[in-house]
């Protein structure tokens, strides 16, 4: 993978939120490639998180795509007022999700790409009969609920897994990972074939703040 073919998508969930529109548009000002927003309803996982209103008030002060990471029990309850907020994108859970096809289906019909998500415990070949239908695969790297969490290695044979799939069956795809990514782990990622990091804790987490700690990450990859 190509340095700059790999994709920064800062995670909010680790944003001061008394400061929310300043460090998404630092950043957004230090090359972020979209936001990640994490949705969690204390039922799939469980913590809470945010909801819509968090997207409406965003949508005012960033033109970065805003996509919608998904930990809720029935994600099609919440597809329209995710969308009616400014919602560019969603990714979504394969575990507990009996009609995943379906889910899939709807948030195209609302205009939106759909991304499918495997936890670390989910085979990659959980995907084969859904890859057609998604512009995107999201490899959980850590187990979903929490920032701030280390990775987990085993991951990487998958990550490469689902890379080789897409090349024969869907490629264009992207390859997105979450959970654990900091200066050490992102080059492990990329070399297994991921291009899109989602990072909370090495973007808002970091004293020198967003721009050096962006910096820090681009500078990692090989
Ligand atoms: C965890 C979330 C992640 C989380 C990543 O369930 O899906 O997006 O914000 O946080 P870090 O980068 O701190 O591991
Ligand atoms: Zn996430």
Do not use: Y
């Not at 979209?34 to 033109?63: C, E, K, W, Y």
């Not at 996509?67 to 919440?78: A, G, K, Q, R, S």
């Amino acid at each position: 993978m190509e340095k700059d073919a790999v994709k920064l998508a800062p995670s909010i969930l680790a944003a001061d939120f008394a400061r929310l529109g300043q460090q998404v548009a630092e950043a957004e000002q230090a090359g972020a490639d979209r936001i990640h927003v994490d949705v969690m309803d204390g039922h799939f996982v469980p913590n809470l998180s945010m909801g819509a209103p968090i997207v409406q008030s965003l949508r005012r002060v960033t033109r970065l795509p805003l996509e919608i990471h998904l930990m809720v029990t029935d994600p099609d309850v919440f597809l329209d007022e995710f969308v009616e907020a400014g919602s560019d994108s969603f990714l979504v859970h394969w575990e507990g999700n009996a009609n995943l096809h379906r889910t899939v289906q709807r948030i195209k019909a609302l205009g939106k790409p759909a991304g499918v998500v495997i936890n670390p415990a989910t085979s990659a070949s959980v995907l084969e009969e859904i890859l057609q239908d998604v512009e995107q695969v999201l490899i959980m790297t850590v187990n979903p609920g929490f920032g701030h969490q280390h990775f987990v290695p085993t991951t990487l044979s998958k990550i490469h897994r689902v890379r080789e799939m897409i090349e024969k069956m869907k490629s264009g795809c992207d390859v997105e990972v979450d959970g654990g990514i900091d200066a050490k782990t992102a080059p492990l990622a990329v070399a297994a074939g991921a291009n899109v990091l989602v990072a909370g804790t090495a973007i808002f987490g970091e004293s020198k703040g967003v721009a050096a700690a962006m910096e820090r990450l681009r500078a990692a990859i090989p």
